[in-house]
């Protein structure tokens, strides 16, 4: 079964192959400590796992180890066992690598396509791990299938020059691939389709979204299943919109408006078999929408709930949904906890942190500072929230730390740049 359909449940490439240690199968499940992709197994930046610590020693969790050889770039980790995939610009070309997860070493690298990008060099995206094989998208729009095992590529097409992609500005190809049964689900933007699916195993086209053109954004597609229609939500700088994965068609679409660059994820949140409450936020002082999508007689209705709304002004580090409540950093009011339905404010805290990034494990946030680095780790609930611990990360670079922190088998992974830590967070 593909990760995708598990979410809906609950120029050839040079290529340096290592001895490598065992990869889990092609077919095998994809198990609570993994994290196959952006934001993890479902999708919602919300790590499956239990027994982390609730609380960090004064100086922080153990660091396992450290490795500054992934190139440049603001890719963060999949981790499937044993293996770690990023991404990073090297002097001639960006590169993915597959790593050893107990100590870092590299295994592979294979190329992934031209270096640079605007405000910071090096891919944005995450690569996705399905069934033994690693798909990824560069900044320039690469789009890349490896054979996990060894890097070895397998397919290659460019958004950009292949299918007339178009984005919104000019910060690069960010969204990173969503796999959905046998393809390969991507935003290329544009005339010719905002949304579109390749074959998984050929990268070929499978349809484009004629009747949805809008420029791509720098989000990722959302998959759900209501209405009786198994389907993608896109966000983009004009609209949200749902669209039929097995043809492309437009089912339903709610302007929105955004502005200079439209970052973080929708939430999806399935109410009943005809019934979902889709949730946007971004910033340059746009905040957040809800809207209530309802399928009757085979159409859809998008409605607002509400729009314009300030309580969320976030800008790149995401949000997450835990029990009605959205989580994150409003350039507004600081960290924030919001009630979804409603849109008001449960709290509000800008002495918490700066501006930066959000994950969750177990109860705890993991909380990321954009400008110095510090990570926060902090228990929060719709009254309250203490924090449990902080940390200086090491060896920072003087670029953003938009990297989201990622926890998997018991490890928490930072990226930063061409520096990856790893840090035991295991309760012992």
Known sequence: MSIAKRIALAALSSVFAFSAPTLLADNAKVEAGNWPEFHGPRRDNISLETGLLKQWPADGPTKVWEIKNIGDGFSTVSVVGDRIYTAGDEAESSYVYGLNAADGSQLWKSKLGKIGGQNGAGPRATPTFDEGTLYMIGQVGDVVAYRAADGRELWRKNLNGDFGGKMMSGWGN???????GANVICTPGGGGGTLMALNKKTGETVWRSKEFTDKAAYTSPVIADFGGVHQGVVYTDNSVAGISLADGKLLWRADRPGKT??????????????????????????GCDLFKITAAGGKFTAAPVYTGNKTMVDHHGGVILLDGLIYGHSDQGGWTCQDMLTGKAKWADSKILGKGTISYADGRFYLRDEKNGVIVLLEANGDKHEERGRFQQPDRSRKSAWPHIVIANGKMYIRDQGVLLCYDVKAK
């Open 174 to 180: 960010s969204e990173s691939l969503v796999i959905d």
């Open 261 to 286: 660059a439209v970052i973080p994820t929708p939430v999806v949140k399935v109410d009943d078999a005809n019934t979902a409450h889709v949730y946007v936020t971004s910033g340059y002082g746009i």
